[in-house]
């Protein structure tokens, strides 16, 4: 099993462009979940998806983040415009979602975002 | 909402030695997940173990064990005969059981220095 994959796994930009990170989650699993890693803040969930659908975009910091899941194989997550402070890493993460189970979820190696 | 605490920033242990990572939670909730995931220099989000709140058995896998207490809320890790590539940030996670979500809610981890 590949695992889950994301791409790139870095990427430096200057403030104002837009930024396009991928994932592709472990076949099979029909949930995923994109975090945001800052040392400031932590690990935060930014938005996650049950079977291509988001079920909870709480997490998301302002408009100008907005993720998609066009099919049980891929997924977006999109910043435009891009600023500093978004500067962080960004993992994507999917589970199985286990009837009854704790449904582990299993992460990406995650992308380094850098703004400038 | 609930909340995950790790109090000590950072710890270290020799080689081979036994070292016992501390997490505490708040929750009003009565059934849920606790988890440990690993992430190393290489940023990967590795699964440590996992703990149902159901089930009165500490978890264990390998050289890794779990204090779970409920009443008091309290999730500790303990690594046995620890090795150099224990070395990592550990962080506590929780799930909730009831409502369907998936969210995890992170501590904001413990550096780990394995010493040879």
């Known amino acids: 099993d590949a695992g889950v994959i994301q791409s790139p796994r870095h990427e430096v930009t200057e403030m104002g462009q837009e930024v396009t990170l991928r994932c592709k989650p472990i076949s099979g699993h029909n949930s995923l979940f994109w975090y945001r890693q800052t040392m400031m803040r932590g690990l935060e969930l930014l938005i996650y998806f049950n079977n291509n659908v988001p079920i909870d975009d709480s997490g998301m910091p302002e408009d100008r983040f907005s993720a998609k899941m066009p099919n049980a194989s891929f997924s977006t997550l999109k910043i435009q415009p891009s600023e500093p402070r978004d500067s962080a890493v960004y993992f994507c993460?999917?589970?199985?979602?286990?009837?009854?189970?704790?449904?582990?979820?299993?992460f990406g190696p995650g992308t380094r975002l850098t703004v400038l | 909402a609930q909340t995950v605490t790790q109090s000590q920033p950072e710890m270290s242990v020799q080689e081979a030695e036994t070292v016992t990572l501390s997490c505490t939670y708040d929750?009003?909730?009565?059934?849920?997940?606790l988890f440990w995931y690993k992430q190393p220099p290489s940023r990967q989000m590795i699964l440590v173990i996992r703990?149902?709140?159901?089930?009165?058995q500490n978890a264990t896998e390998n050289r890794f064990s779990v204090n779970f207490q409920k009443a008091a809320k309290s999730f500790s890790l303990k690594i046995s005969d620890s090795q150099l590539g224990d070395a990592a940030m550990y962080f506590c996670a929780y799930r909730s059981f009831q409502g369907g979500s998936e969210k995890l809610v992170f501590g904001k981890g413990m550096k780990l220095t394995v010493n040879p």
């Open positions: 993460a999917s589970s199985p979602r286990l009837a009854g189970g704790p449904d582990t979820q299993y």
């Open positions: 929750t009003s909730e009565s059934d849920y997940y």
């Open positions: 703990q149902e709140a159901y089930k009165q």
